[in-house]
């Protein structure tokens, strides 16, 4: 079955630079898209489409993929940034998708 | 504003069977397609099924474990979606949610299976 890995855990101090990577076999094809979950909330969307970021996400958070790898990177983090991260995707059909384990951010 | 609102949750007897709504306000729900997603308490997102629009057939897939008891259909005159769900399972309780394309998402509709 198709699988998409992220890192359990990072951490960052604030100001500093956090990278969550999402990898799977499928990402050369089709998109990675990065969700950002506060406790007790529905998720919202930070980045799709590999790297566009919605109206309303602030600048710090940018998107790549190259690869087999997406990365999403929140350049200054803020400590309102933690949180569960989690990269979505889908099968190479586009019929099935997917979430990643999910990456817990800590900001402090 | 655009939303979501899911509803239809509750506490369902294992073998029961539930219906969930999501409503859709601000936008027209027909341009996307309709995913649902679970979360058990304590864990991540789970991708369990969607419904694409008219011109795709309103086409279904769902992952294996819900495939046979789960149905997702639409009405796209009311604006809405549904996820039909029956022989629930205690594995089956979660946060139930809704979402349109890859965004947005509704706040999330609570199905406890328990007897």
């Known amino acids: 079955s198709y699988e998409l890995t992220q890192p359990p855990s990072v951490s960052v101090s604030p100001g500093q630079t956090a990278r969550i990577t999402c990898s799977g076999d499928?990402?050369?094809?089709?998109?990675a898209y990065w969700y950002q979950q506060k406790s007790g909330q529905a998720p919202v969307v930070v980045i799709y489409?590999?790297?566009k970021r919605p109206s309303g996400i602030p600048e710090r958070f940018s998107g790549s993929s190259s690869g087999t790898m997406a990365t999403l990177t929140i350049s200054g983090a803020h400590v309102e940034d933690e949180g569960d991260y989690y990269c979505?995707?889908?099968?190479?059909?586009?019929?099935?998708?997917?979430f990643g384990g999910g990456t817990k951010l800590t900001v402090l | 504003e655009v939303q979501l609102v899911e509803s239809g949750g509750g506490l369902v007897q294992p073998g029961g069977s539930l219906k969930l709504s999501c409503a859709a306000s601000g936008f027209t729900l027909s341009g996307s397609a309709v995913h649902w997603v679970r979360q058990a308490s304590g864990k991540g997102l789970e991708w369990i099924g969607r419904?694409?629009?008219?011109?795709?057939?309103?086409?279904?897939s769902y992952i294996e474990s819900v495939k046979g008891r789960f149905t997702i259909s639409r009405d796209d005159s009311k604006n809405m979606a549904f996820l039909q769900m029956n022989s629930l399972k205690t594995e089956d309780t979660a946060v139930y949610y809704c979402?349109?394309?890859?965004?947005?998402w509704g706040q999330g509709t609570l199905v406890t299976v328990s007897s």
């Open positions: 499928t990402l050369p094809k089709k998109y």
């Open positions: 979402r349109a394309g890859f965004d947005p």
């Open positions: 489409e590999d790297n």
């Open positions: 419904i694409r629009i008219k011109s795709n057939n309103y086409a279904t």
């Open positions: 979505y995707s889908t099968d190479i059909s586009g019929n099935y998708g997917k």
